[in-house]
Every structure is written in C-alpha cells, then in structure tokens.
C-alpha cells in the first residue's frame, strides 16, 4: 500500500501504551497511517504518544481514551492483557459497530504465562465476536509477533501473521496493515474459530523463549514459495 493510500485510514490501537500494542502503533505510524492510542486514561494514551512521536521526529500519533480512539477510527486493534478483554470491549462496543475489529489478545492465566490455558469461550477472539456481535467484523491477527521486533525500526520483524475471520474483504483490509510492516507476512488460516490454535502459539513462543534465552521467538509458514 503506498504511503499516501495508508494515510486514508486511521487505526486505533486500543490498549496501545502496553509493549504490543506501543509496538504496533510505532511501525504503523511509521509507514504512514494515522493511528490512535487508546487507554482507560486517555492523558496515559497522550503520554505514550508523545513519546513515540518523539521517536518517529513527527506529530503522528495521538492519544484518546478507548471510546473515543474506537469511535473515530476505520480500524480498531485491542491489545490488551486477557483480564481487561471483556471490559473494554463492552466500553467500545458500540463505537465499533460496522467497523473491523483486530484482536491481538492471548489468554494467558499468570502465573503460567508459558502453558496453554483455553478460556470458556474457547478462544478470546470468539468470545469478542460473541460480546460485540455480527455488527463488528472480528479478526484475530498479531498474536505471535514479538514486542522486541515491533520496536524496533532499523530490524525486520521476519515473521508471519497468522489471520483468522470469517469476513474474507476484512481479512484482505488487515493484511494491508501486514505488508505495512518490514519483514512481516500475511497468512490466511482460516475462519475465526481457527485462532484458538494461533492464540495457543503464544505460550508456546514464550516457552521457547526462556528455554533458548531468546526474547523474540516467531513463527514462518514454510512450502509457501
């Protein structure tokens, strides 16, 4: 997507002072689209702002509380600890009527964040597609994308996304966002009930991750070329 193109659209990025999503909302901006912050405290959402717009050398980011970042958005992103999911999805529910909604959330159950734990609803993204209804068009994406990576601009992010949805022109809005980023590839896996396996991938990665001693593990789909 040319850069002039991405900047028709804006991106809130909600729950984006955490590393996920602060990451996500860095390279965004960076490749040229209009991204908003969203937090529970939309002073903490301008903070975090500033701070990566001091990064980029340009005013390109700024911060709103969840409702309002959701409501002037064309796409919202929740990245949020499993334990704050459901309340802001019901603080945004209706601001993201008719729009996309990506989530990034994985259940994790602290104090074991590196073994698979399967929430009631089977899977986060099922259980905001169940909370928001069938006029939010959910897709799980960004689940396996390391922080470290993200933060990152001089180093390619060399991992794939695995995209789950049932609304296939959705899922073709969010790879724009994909190829938007150095180094990631888009992966169609399927329907949402899919991203039960990419959410359990998580834990899976973070175990990875301290037995190599290594901060950044991800995931490349081979047999594709």
């Not at 939309?42 to 709103?64: C, F, H, P, Y």
């Not at 509380?65 to 958005?73: F, K, T």
């Not at 602290?110 to 929430?119: D, E, F, H, N, Q």
Request: with cysteine; glycine share 8%.
């Amino acid at each position: 997507m040319a850069k002039e193109t991405a900047k028709m659209m804006t991106i809130a990025v909600l729950g984006g002072t955490g590393k996920e999503g602060s990451g996500l909302v860095l390279r965004w901006a960076h490749a040229g689209y209009r991204v908003l912050i969203g937090s529970r405290d939309a002073a903490r959402a301008q903070a975090k702002a500033d701070e990566i717009n001091e990064v980029l050398g340009d005013q390109l980011v700024s911060g709103k509380s969840n409702p309002d970042a959701a409501a002037e958005a064309d796409v919202a992103v929740l990245s949020v600890p499993y334990a704050a999911h459901r309340a802001i999805l019901e603080s945004v529910k209706e601001a993201v009527q008719g729009k996309i909604l990506v989530d990034v959330t994985v259940p994790l159950k602290p104090p074991a964040v590196r073994t698979v734990y399967v929430p009631e609803g089977i899977a986060a993204v099922l259980e905001a597609q169940a909370l928001l209804g069938e006029g939010v068009r959910v897709v799980a994406a960004f689940q396996n994308i390391s922080a470290v990576h993200l933060k990152d601009l001089d180093h390619s992010v060399n991992c794939d996304v695995l995209v789950c949805g049932d609304d296939d022109e959705a899922k073709a809005e969010i790879f724009h966002l994909i190829d938007a980023v150095d180094g990631m590839r888009g992966i169609d896996a399927g329907s949402l009930a899919n991203a039960v396996a990419v959410e359990a991938l998580t834990p899976v990665l973070l175990y990875i991750n301290k037995r190599y001693n290594v901060s950044g593990a991800g995931i490349r789909i081979t047999g594709l070329e």
